[in-house]
């Protein structure tokens, strides 16, 4: 039965009969012994996902189950449409033999291995026992992985998402499985950032608020953006649509919200509510609800924007399109109409700006701090509404506000003890019953303390209305004309300030004071009226005013006159003066405006028809020398004026002002000179060919003139100034099928340029192009135009230009030949297609040359691959072949006359080739110098170097070789040199680092073609030691002669030793010229080369080895001994090839004298001395000394001594 063990399992069995599964039956008998038991003791159920939920691929999901017994279990999913108990193949095995408590957490793959948009159930089986499995009592959903949502109503009339009507049985991730409610969308998905609900065109009820929380953050819920194809959100009469309570950036884009009480809705003054934050509520339809479009009364709503939407018809009393409290929200672009109450924002963060805004009870309210700003207002019984009662700003700034019973009302209150501030600034206002008022609140007795300063106030009733004002409350810096019935009105006030203003009347009182108004500072004004009085001043309002240095001026009209004071007509200022005491220093007379009624000759606006604003171009600004410039008072002026120029003295005028002060009187401080008498100028044009009246390739809809000097802002932004006429199709001007087109100018004050746009792109055809110079058009100090160019001020600018297709430019072909390894100027060839029009061409390289280089210049850095496209200014390019090489080379380029800003392909050329054919050209061989060192005993046939020889024709042109030849340096035949460049050494004899240590050669070599270079090799001889005796040393340098058995001659270096033919030693008896035998032994002592004789026993050589006594003579004969091939230098002279002799000079003392002890040549009683010290002593005794035993016996006995006795007192 379904319903065992089925119950809650927090619940206790209770008394359920064995084998109960461990849970409770539903029903009466669950948990008693009534109920129906378990089908076994082994059970395993399956606790989720169990049916109705909904997964996306990616997710992971809690598989959980139970069982009665310990065993691990496998999962599966398997296909709920196609499932079969006991027969289905699983779509896959989900987890094998998972020894868990219950549960197994899941990724849904989004391989592909499950199938998305399609229905599931999970399979749990034991793998012990008796393997018990269970499977979810009902299907799952598991949809794909993206993130979009679909929504749809039951209908499919005007679909753009969906394929079917929604049903909330659908998963809502395919269009063609569309839910039907927006809540059961949300409540059944897990949605994250970046997810889209796409909402189809339909109705959709909503019983129950859709609230967005933390959960639903970063999603975005879009319709169709179609108004034909409306996503409609009903209410149905009450609730609310959308409540925002902890949802952040979320967006809610192109629905339609109706039938609520509060269509967007989040709050928390006094119930709290998480924050919401970056939300986004653009391009909506808010219509029809009761109470409010959208309700914002939240701290928490940071950085909120409203933007796009149309809101209206939200219009039982007292219902708001929008209503911003405390949050910080930009509201913007909106359409907003036919409510009670339009666009309301209260507190510092609410920006109103660039809404259009009509037909409202209030149009737009700003409260506390926001801000309203460049909005279009109008036809609206209260256009904005401003108000502060707090410390801070609330402004209005920059909006058009017209055909409103009252245009602005701004009003202030100090219920918190502060000076609140609040501020009209820079509206253009006009055609409403009032024009401006300023109050205080009606909730408290408080004092207006406003300011409405650098507005346009024009066609209204009334211009400006005070009441109730204070020391705080200002007017300056306005133009307020062509008001109908009255210009300003103060009204039960006191301590306002009205300055600078110029205020202009048709008909009717340009300044009205009444009700007990007092202490009034009125200065630096023009006020001037054609029928009407100039100032009007109540009786009750008589008391410490504070009116000087204005302009007071009445038209001609019988009715018009300088004041009113009290019933006191006075019709001059002299009268004024008297009779008030006040404007002492005030001034009468004609203030010189530009040009009031503008370049439309309209002034303000007219309401016949549809009405036209001519309040645009109408100019109040002073011209040169008027009486209105430096007259005024410095210290009750404003810094800037009504154009945020700053207060200028005219060095053409004198100042007037209050101590010598400059400040002009009115809204407008004169900017020029009332010395100039230089009229401005067109000098040039964009294109070009508008001024100089040629053709024009290609679109054109904006045309930018450009002046010899700034001039007047007003005059350059207004259309009527300017004239542009299509011939038509016949190219003729002045015929029926001329037109006229629209030009809207731009201009920045101080810019020498003027842009004039067209809504469209011109046809082609013929222009004329007109600047009204004649009537308009002025500079600072107010000359007009010199259109003509004829040097006077004054003249129309009148230019005829034609446009016409822009053909595709050209690039043409270029095939040149150059001579090798010379940089030559290549001209590039293009046009930019069109024969009656002279476009600025551009060349673009677009790739570079295999075999050289390119540069802008002769000589120049070389164009690299990363410069590419490299872009001319002319058709010049230098190119330099590949050095010494005649491969021909090409590259490739295209042109362009768009000035290389452009995409269009229409101005690119297709590519063009440069074919550059090299001309070979010889090239001599370049020699390298170079600098070698030799050994100064180096053998014959050594090479000394190899002359390095660079000739690039060697590679370039088949067959050159080259010769070499030493053509200098070479006197003395030492070198000789191979045609491979090898110099070398032939007669090494020759070298003699003391005779000539270094030999510079010169060395030629030349080409096949007889072209030839020369360099220097210069040979430094490295010194050499020749092979010479070093020393010859005596019995082991012993100083006697008493014997001799010894000789050692060691050579300074290693030499080689020729021993054939008897050897290089010869020693001699010098007395009988008889040779000695030597016995000779070679050995080389720290790298040298040593030579020990011994003598062999013959007639002068005992039987010990001895020299007999007398002189002997020893040679080394230069022929037998050398080194490096050069043969002994004997006399040690520097110069090789002489025998060395050692003995010929005594002092050599190579004698042999037995008995000579200290080897001085003779035999005397020192040596006696000696000998007697060693006589009949033998070896071993320490003063036994062998040069005394002449038989060698080991002994000095009386043998030895009888031949010393025979040799005493000998001598040599």
Not at 175 to 195: C, E, F, K, V, Y
Not at 436 to 463: D, L, M, P
């Amino acid at each position: 039965a379904p319903t065992i063990d089925q119950g809650d399992p927090s619940f206790a069995v209770g008394g359920e009969p064995s084998p109960n599964g461990g849970r409770i039956n539903l029903g009466v008998y669950g948990g008693t012994a009534e109920a129906t038991r378990s089908a076994s003791e082994e059970l395993v159920q399956l606790l989720s996902p169990n049916g109705f939920d909904r997964y996306s691929a990616g997710d992971t999901i809690a598989i959980t189950w139970r069982s009665t017994f310990e065993s691990p279990v496998d999962l599966f999913l398997y296909d709920a449409a196609t499932y079969q108990p006991g027969t289905s193949t699983p779509v896959l095995q989900i987890a094998d033999d998972v020894i868990a408590d219950g549960v197994f957490d899941w990724t849904i793959p989004g391989d592909g291995s499950v199938i998305p948009d399609n229905r599931y159930l999970i399979g749990v089986q034991a793998v012990s026992g008796n393997q018990p499995s269970d499977i979810s009592n009902h299907p799952f959903m598991i949809a794909n992985g993206g993130n979009a949502y679909y929504l749809n109503d039951a209908s499919l009339n005007g679909d753009v998402y969906t394929s079917v009507i929604g049903d909330d049985s659908n998963i809502g991730k395919s269009p063609d499985q569309p839910m039907a409610t927006l809540n059961a969308l949300i409540r059944n998905h897990n949605l994250t950032p970046g997810d889209v609900i796409y909402v189809d065109t339909g109705i959709y009820p909503l019983t129950y608020t859709v609230v967005l929380g933390g959960e639903q953050s970063g999603i975005r819920i879009q319709g169709p953006g179609d108004p034909t194809h409306a996503a409609v959100f009903d209410g149905q009469g009450s609730g609310t649509g959308f409540h925002f309570d902890g949802a952040d950036d979320v967006t809610l884009a192109n629905l339609s919200i109706t039938g609520f009480a509060n269509g967007i809705y989040a709050y928390n003054s006094y119930v709290p509510s998480p924050d919401s934050e970056r939300v986004r509520i653009i391009n909506n339809q808010i219509y029809g609800n009761t109470e409010k479009g959208i309700y914002l009364r939240h701290s928490g709503a940071i950085d909120w924007s409203i933007e796009g939407n149309r809101i209206y018809d939200n219009s039982i009393s007292g219902a708001y399109g929008i209503n911003v409290f405390e949050a910080e929200v930009e509201i913007r672009n909106n359409v907003v109409f036919g409510n009670s109450y339009g666009i309301f924002g209260n507190l510092t963060g609410v920006l109103i700006e660039q809404n259009s805004v009509f037909n409202n009870v209030n149009g737009i309210g700003v409260y506390n701090n926001a801000s309203a700003q460049n909005n279009l207002v109008y036809d609206n019984t209260t256009g904005i509404i401003g108000y502060s009662e707090r410390t801070g700003l609330t402004s209005i700034h920059s909006n058009e506000v017209f055909g409103n019973v009252v245009g602005i009302d701004v009003s202030t209150d100090n219920v918190y003890g502060t000076t609140p501030q609040i501020a009209a600034r820079d509206n253009r206002v006009f055609d409403n019953q009032i024009g401006v008022r300023g109050n205080k609140s009606n909730r408290y007795q408080a004092r207006f303390t406003g300011k409405i300063y650098e507005n346009y106030i024009y066609s209204n009733s009334v211009g400006i209305e005070l009441s109730n004002t204070s020391q705080a409350a200002s007017v300056y810096d306005n133009l307020i004309y062509a008001n109908t019935n009255l210009g300003l009105k103060l009204v039960a006030g006191d301590l306002a300030s009205i300055v600078n203003n110029t205020i202009v009347q048709n008909v009717g009182d340009v300044v009205r004071i009444e009700g007990a108004t007092d202490h009034l500072i009125v200065k630096n004004n023009i006020l001037l009226t054609e029928s009407g009085n100039v100032l009007n001043v109540a009786s009750d309002s008589f008391v410490g005013h504070a009116f000087d240095y204005n302009l007071l001026q009445q038209g001609t009209d019988p009715n018009a006159h300088i004041g009113l004071w009290g019933t006191t007509v006075l019709d001059s200022l002299s009268e004024w003066q008297t009779t008030t005491g006040l404007d002492a220093n005030s001034l009468t007379g004609d203030p010189g405006f530009l040009d009031i009624d503008g370049a439309d000759n309209i002034l303000g606006y007219i309401a016949d028809g549809a009405g036209y604003d001519g309040g645009l171009d109408d100019n109040f600004v002073l011209t040169a020398n008027s009486i209105a410039i430096d007259r005024g008072d410095t210290a009750s002026a404003p810094l800037f004026d009504i154009l945020g120029n700053a207060r200028v003295d005219d060095p053409g005028i004198i100042n007037g002002g209050a101590d010598g002060g400059f400040v002009d009187l009115g809204a407008y401080e004169f900017q020029g000179n009332s010395n100039d008498s230089t009229p401005p100028v067109i000098i040039a044009a964009t294109p070009e060919p508008v001024h100089s009246g040629g053709s024009i390739a290609g679109t054109l809809d904006q045309i930018v003139l450009i002046l010899s000097e700034a001039i007047n802002e007003i005059d350059a932004n207004a259309p009527a100034a300017y004239s542009l006429l299509f011939s038509g199709p016949d190219g003729v001007f002045g015929n029926l099928d001329d037109s006229l087109v629209e030009l809207w100018p731009s201009y920045e004050a101080g810019a020498t340029t003027i842009a004039l746009s067209t809504t469209e792109p011109l046809q082609f055809g013929s222009y004329r192009l007109t600047l009204f110079g004649s009537t308009t058009l002025h500079d600072a100090s107010g000359l007009r135009l010199d259109g003509d160019g004829d040097g006077t001020a004054g003249g129309d600018y009148v230019r005829e230009f034609s446009l016409e297709a822009d053909f595709p430019p050209t690039a043409s072909d270029v095939v040149m030949t150059i001579d090798e390894d010379v940089e030559t100027l290549i001209n590039l060839v293009g046009d930019d297609g069109n024969p009656d029009v002279d476009q600025d061409l551009i060349f673009e390289i677009t790739s570079l040359p295999e075999h050289g280089t390119l540069s802008r210049t002769a000589g120049g850095t070389t164009v690299t691959a990363e410069q590419l496209p490299l872009r001319l200014t002319s058709s010049q390019i230098f190119f330099k072949s590949a050095a010494n090489t005649h491969q021909s080379s090409q590259f490739t380029f295209q042109t362009r006359d768009d000035g290389g800003q452009g995409v269009d392909p229409n101005h690119l050329s297709n590519p063009a080739t440069v074919s550059i054919a090299i001309a070979p050209v010889n090239d001599s061989p370049v020699v390298q110098d170079a600098s070698v060192e030799l050994g100064e005993l180096s053998h014959f046939g050594i090479t000394v170097a190899t002359i390095s020889a660079d000739d690039p024709d060697l590679m370039d042109v088949a067959g050159d070789t080259l010769t070499y030849a030493i053509v200098d340096g070479n006197q003395d035949g030492i070198f000789q040199i191979t045609q491979t460049g090898r110099v070398v050494l032939v007669a090494p004899e020759k070298l003699d680092y003391e005779v000539q240590s270094t030999h510079q050669l010169t060395v030629q070599v030349t080409d096949l073609a007889g072209a030839s270079d020369t360099g220097t090799l210069t040979v430094t001889l490295l010194d050499e030691a020749e092979a010479q005796v070093e020393e010859v040393v005596i019995n082991g340098d012993a100083s006697y002669r008493s014997q001799i058995d010894q000789l050692t001659v060691r050579f300074n270096r290693l030499v080689e030793i020729d021993f054939a033919i008897g050897g290089p030693f010869r020693l001699v008896h010098l007395a009988s010229g008889d040779a000695v035998d030597l016995l000779i032994q070679m050995s080389i002592v720290e790298n040298k080369t040593v030579a020990d004789i011994r003598f062999r026993t013959g007639t002068h050589v005992d039987s010990n080895g001895n020299l007999a006594d007398g002189r002997y003579e020893l040679s080394v004969l230069q022929s037998r001994v050398s080194a490096e091939g050069f043969p002994l230098d004997g006399n040690r002279d520097g110069t090789v090839g002489d025998d060395f002799v050692f003995g010929a000079d005594q002092a050599d003392q190579f004698f042999r004298l037995f008995g000579d002890s200290d080897g001085d040549g003779d035999v005397d009683a020192q040596d006696y001395g000696q000998f007697g010290l060693s006589f009949l002593k033998s070896e071993g005794d320490a003063n036994y000394n062998p040069a005394f035993d002449y038989d060698q016996d080991g002994d000095v006995d009386g043998q030895d001594y009888g031949r010393f006795e025979a040799n005493f007192l000998k001598h040599f």
